[in-house]
């Protein structure tokens, strides 16, 4: 059985998701060096997470398999920005 979820909950993820757009586009003006991807990376990773979590309705999988398929690509997520975080912090800029 599939659970019900109310449209009050669907808008406030999408207002949540609205704003963290809005900050994105906001620190896109702000210099923090080196921080900048780091920060726009964490952002955007926490927008994919609420997109999963509630519209996909990811949060209300009982089936162990299907969890296990989402955890795994969060870990291949993170294996994938710690690498390209490797290389970004350690290339010689002129």
Do not use: Q
């Amino acid at each position: 059985m599939e659970k019900v979820i109310s449209a009050k909950l669907y808008f406030t993820v999408w207002a949540i998701l609205m704003c963290l757009t809005a900050a994105t586009a906001a620190l896109s003006y702000v210099n923090m060096g080196a921080l900048s991807p780091v920060v726009a990376l964490l952002i955007a990773t926490v927008k994919g997470s609420l997109v999963v979590l509630f519209f996909m309705h990811a949060k209300y999988i009982d089936v162990k398999t299907t969890v296990l398929v989402i955890v795994a690509g969060f870990f291949w997520l993170s294996i994938l920005l710690l690498m390209t975080m490797t290389d970004y912090i350690t290339r010689a800029w002129s």
